[in-house]
């Protein structure tokens, strides 16, 4: 049980030597996350489409 104590006070030293990032920094890198997975899922919801239709094209032929 000591061992874990001693590691659970490490771990709290190291953490208090850590640079946190600013909540503006925060903000702004999870705007830019959430718009590049939107423009992906837009871009691949089109790719779907697209292939969709050519399938269905060829396969009716």
């Known amino acids: 049980m000591k061992k874990y104590i001693q590691?659970?006070?490490e771990v709290y030293e190291e953490?208090?030597?850590?640079t946190w990032p600013s909540s503006e920094l925060v903000k702004t890198a999870t705007a830019a996350v959430i718009?590049?997975?939107?423009?992906?899922?837009?871009?691949?919801?089109?790719?779907?489409i697209f292939f969709a239709k050519v399938?269905?094209?060829i396969l009716e032929r």
């Open 7 to 9: 590691f659970l006070k």
């Open 15 to 18: 953490l208090k030597k850590v």
């Open 35 to 48: 718009v590049f997975t939107l423009l992906v899922a837009v871009y691949l919801w089109v790719l779907d």
């Open 55 to 57: 399938i269905t094209f």
